[in-house]
C-alpha cells in the first residue's frame, strides 16, 4: 500500500438511525424511515477521504460478529487499510441510536461494547507514524480516552493531529482535554460543542483553544447564522493568523433536512483541502461541499462524493 496520508482514530460503531417526525421527551411519534448504516465520526470522515483516493488507515475494534464484519468490509471497499482493526473475541460490535426529525433535532444514544475493550496494546504506534495526519474521534469512557492522550505524547510534532472530540468528550471540559488540544492542529467542532467544552460564546471558545496550543479550529453552524446581507454563514474558521467565514451556496430550505453525519462529511472536505496546501477558506469551501452531499440522506456515509463529483479546481 502507498504510504498513509490520514488515519482515523476513534470508536467503530453500527449506527440505528430512525427519522421520526418529531423528536420528543415523552410521548408517541411515528418512525418515518429506518437504516443500520455503519458509523463512527472518525470512521465516517475516514471513508469519505478514501472515497476522493486518499490513502488511509484506520485505527479501533469491532466485535466478533454480523456488525463488526459489515464495518470492514464498508472501509475495504472504498480501500481504507483496516488491518489495525482489532476484532475482539465474544464481543458485540458498538451501536448508536439515532434519533432525527426534519428540523435538523438529533439524539444519539451510544452503546460502546468492544470500543470500551480497546487498550494499550491494540496500539501501533509504527503504523500511526506513517500517517501525514492522525484524526481522533471520542470514546465513551476514559480508558480510551487515556489511551488517545498517551498515544498523541508519543507522536512527533510532524505528524499533525485533528481532532473531532464531540459532545461526549466536550462534557468532559476543556480542563480534562487539554492534553489533547495542546496537541492538536485542527480542532473539528460544531457550535454547541465548542460552547460547551469552553463555557462562552464560539467566537471566545475558539480563541480559548488556540490558546492552548491548537492551531487551527473549525466551527460547524448547523443551519448557519444569517448576516445581514441575507447570507447563510455556514462556518467559522480561525487560526493564530486568520478567520473566515464560510458561506452556503445550496438555498436555506435544503438546511432543514436530515443532517446525520454531516459534520463529519465537512472534515472529510477540509483535510482534503489542507491535504492539497489549500487555503483556509478553500478548505471550509470543500467542506461545504462535502457537507452538502450528506445533507437530505440518511445515513452518515450516503451521498459520499467520489473524486470525479469534486469540482475541478479543487483537485
Given at each position: 500500500?502507498?504510504?498513509?496520508?490520514?488515519?482515523?482514530?476513534g470508536a467503530?460503531?453500527m449506527?440505528?438511525?430512525?427519522?421520526v417526525?418529531?423528536?420528543?421527551?415523552e410521548?408517541?411519534?411515528?418512525v418515518?424511515?429506518?437504516?443500520?448504516?455503519?458509523?463512527?465520526?472518525a470512521?465516517n470522515?475516514?471513508y469519505r477521504?478514501?472515497?476522493?483516493?486518499i490513502?488511509?488507515?484506520?485505527v479501533?475494534?469491532?466485535?466478533e460478529?454480523e456488525?463488526g464484519?459489515?464495518?470492514?468490509e464498508d472501509?475495504?471497499?472504498?480501500?481504507?487499510?483496516?488491518s489495525?482493526i482489532?476484532?475482539?473475541?465474544?464481543?458485540k460490535t458498538?451501536?448508536t441510536l439515532?434519533?432525527?426529525?426534519?428540523s435538523?433535532?438529533?439524539?444519539?444514544?451510544?452503546l460502546?461494547?468492544?470500543n470500551?475493550?480497546?487498550?494499550?496494546?491494540?496500539?501501533?504506534?509504527?503504523?500511526?507514524?506513517q500517517?501525514?495526519?492522525?484524526?481522533?474521534s471520542s470514546?465513551?469512557?476514559?480508558?480510551?480516552f487515556n489511551?488517545?492522550?498517551?498515544m498523541a505524547r508519543?507522536?512527533?510534532t510532524?505528524?499533525?493531529?485533528a481532532f473531532?472530540?464531540?459532545?461526549l468528550?466536550a462534557l468532559k471540559?476543556?480542563?480534562?482535554l487539554?492534553?489533547?488540544?495542546k496537541?492538536t492542529?485542527?480542532l473539528f467542532t460544531?457550535?454547541p460543542?465548542?460552547?460547551?467544552l469552553?463555557?462562552?460564546?464560539f467566537?471566545?471558545g475558539a480563541?480559548?483553544?488556540?490558546s492552548?496550543g491548537?492551531?487551527?479550529?473549525?466551527?460547524?453552524?448547523?443551519?448557519?447564522?444569517?448576516?445581514k446581507?441575507?447570507?447563510?454563514?455556514?462556518?467559522?474558521?480561525?487560526?493564530?493568523?486568520?478567520?473566515?467565514?464560510?458561506?452556503?451556496?445550496?438555498p436555506a430550505?435544503?438546511?432543514?433536512?436530515?443532517?446525520?453525519?454531516?459534520?463529519d462529511?465537512?472534515?472529510?472536505?477540509f483535510?482534503f483541502?489542507?491535504?492539497k496546501?489549500?487555503?483556509l477558506e478553500?478548505c471550509?469551501l470543500l467542506?461545504?461541499?462535502?457537507?452538502?452531499?450528506a445533507?437530505?440522506?440518511?445515513?452518515?456515509?450516503?451521498?459520499a462524493?467520489?473524486?470525479?463529483?469534486?469540482?475541478?479546481?479543487?483537485r
Amino acid at each position: 500500500m502507498s504510504v498513509l496520508e490520514v488515519v482515523g482514530f476513534g470508536a467503530m460503531n453500527m449506527d440505528y438511525l430512525y427519522q421520526v417526525t418529531k423528536i420528543t421527551t415523552e410521548g408517541e411519534q411515528v418512525v418515518e424511515d429506518f437504516k443500520l448504516m455503519p458509523g463512527g465520526s472518525a470512521a465516517n470522515t475516514i471513508y469519505r477521504l478514501a472515497k476522493l483516493k486518499i490513502n488511509t488507515g484506520f485505527v479501533g475494534v469491532v466485535g466478533e460478529d454480523e456488525n463488526g464484519k459489515a464495518l470492514l468490509e464498508d472501509f475495504e471497499v472504498v480501500g481504507v487499510d483496516t488491518s489495525q482493526i482489532q476484532i475482539k473475541k465474544r464481543a458485540k460490535t458498538g451501536s448508536t441510536l439515532c434519533l432525527s426529525d426534519k428540523s435538523g433535532k438529533r439524539a444519539l444514544y451510544v452503546l460502546p461494547n468492544a470500543n470500551s475493550l480497546l487498550n494499550t496494546k491494540d496500539i501501533n504506534l509504527a503504523y500511526l507514524k506513517q500517517a501525514k495526519i492522525v484524526h481522533l474521534s471520542s470514546f465513551a469512557n476514559d480508558e480510551q480516552f487515556n489511551v488517545q492522550i498517551n498515544m498523541a505524547r508519543e507522536l512527533t510534532t510532524s505528524i499533525k493531529i485533528a481532532f473531532a472530540p464531540g459532545m461526549l468528550y466536550a462534557l468532559k471540559g476543556l480542563g480534562t482535554l487539554a492534553p489533547l488540544i495542546k496537541r492538536t492542529h485542527i480542532l473539528f467542532t460544531n457550535k454547541p460543542e465548542i460552547e460547551q467544552l469552553t463555557g462562552k460564546d464560539f467566537k471566545a471558545g475558539a480563541k480559548d483553544c488556540l490558546s492552548q496550543g491548537c492551531h487551527i479550529i473549525v466551527i460547524t453552524l448547523g443551519k448557519g447564522s444569517t448576516t445581514k446581507k441575507g447570507d447563510i454563514i455556514t462556518s467559522y474558521i480561525c487560526s493564530d493568523s486568520e478567520e473566515c467565514k464560510i458561506k452556503a451556496e445550496a438555498p436555506a430550505s435544503r438546511l432543514q433536512l436530515e443532517t446525520t453525519g454531516a459534520g463529519d462529511a465537512f472534515a472529510a472536505g477540509f483535510l482534503f483541502g489542507f491535504l492539497k496546501g489549500r487555503k483556509l477558506e478553500e478548505c471550509g469551501l470543500l467542506g461545504n461541499i462535502m457537507a452538502q452531499s450528506a445533507i437530505g440522506n440518511l445515513g452518515a456515509r450516503e451521498g459520499a462524493l467520489s473524486l470525479a463529483q469534486i469540482p475541478p479546481r479543487y483537485r
